[in-house]
């Protein structure tokens, strides 16, 4: 069974950086496309990052693109995004997931990201 562990969140100022972690256990890392989603309160959960499994391509949602990378090291089976210049708008519960949909795991926890004065 795939395990998905997030971690790295927190309440931070606007304008401040967070480094956001997702641990894969139980599974192949390297041949999965992997991405972020995020979901705060009363919307649906959305679409961030991915990564794709080998060459490491990316690909950006407009709200984050500019200020977040994702990346991951698939000796470690991690995958992170490095999150700069946060807005409150961008305060989440933030997820892991493989691509595409219709084969993704088990949701994790998730961890908050909480960004305000």
């Known amino acids: 069974q795939v395990q998905l562990v997030e971690s790295g969140g927190g309440l931070v100022r606007p304008g401040a950086s967070l480094r956001l972690s997702c641990e894969v256990s139980g599974g192949t890392f390297g041949d999965y496309s992997m991405a972020w989603f995020r979901q705060a309160p009363g919307k649906e959960r959305e679409f961030v990052a991915t990564v794709s499994s080998i060459d490491g391509i990316t690909h950006y949602s407009d709200s984050v693109k500019g200020r977040f990378i994702i990346s991951r090291n698939n000796t470690k089976n991690t995958m992170y995004l490095q999150m700069v210049n946060l807005k409150p708008e961008d305060s989440a519960v933030y997820y892991c997931?493989?691509?595409?949909?219709?084969?993704?795991?088990?949701w994790g926890q998730g961890t908050q990201v909480t960004v305000s004065s």
């Open positions: 997931n493989k691509l595409p949909r219709e084969t993704q795991f088990p």
